[in-house]
């Protein structure tokens, strides 16, 4: 009932930047917070960040906090991550998420890789 299209994803040099967009439709009047997991080949889905759609109260993994900053735009149902100072441990595909209250949606994910 909520669908969820991440785009952004790329290819970029460590060091480099990279914004990560999401865009929500369908029932997004009632979603309250929205997050980022990212998960590397052979491991587990990881958290990176999270923000209350309302208030926009965040949070972040410590692996990147001071790096990655998460924003939302109420007009465009748009959520974001701005990545900067990337470094290779950062590649995976990162995934949105949105949550209501009583379900949680995903996206299909976006590659990104970060080369040394």
């Known amino acids: 009932q909520v669908y969820l299209v991440e785009s952004g994803g790329g290819l970029v040099q460590a060091g480099g930047s990279l914004r990560l967009s999401c865009t929500a439709s369908g029932r997004t009047f009632s979603i309250y917070a929205m997050d980022w997991f990212r998960q590397a080949p052979g491991k587990e889905r990881e958290f990176v960040s999270a923000?209350?759609?309302?208030?926009?109260?965040?949070n972040y993994a410590d692996s990147v906090k001071g790096r990655f900053t998460i924003s939302r735009d109420y007009a465009k149902n748009t959520l974001y991550l701005q990545m900067n100072s990337l470094k290779p441990e950062d590649t995976a595909v990162y995934y949105c998420?949105?949550?209501?209250?009583?379900?949680?949606?995903w996206g299909q994910g976006t590659q990104v890789t970060v080369s040394s």
């Open positions: 923000i209350s759609w309302s208030g926009g109260t965040t």
């Open positions: 998420a949105a949550r209501d209250g009583g379900s949680k949606y």
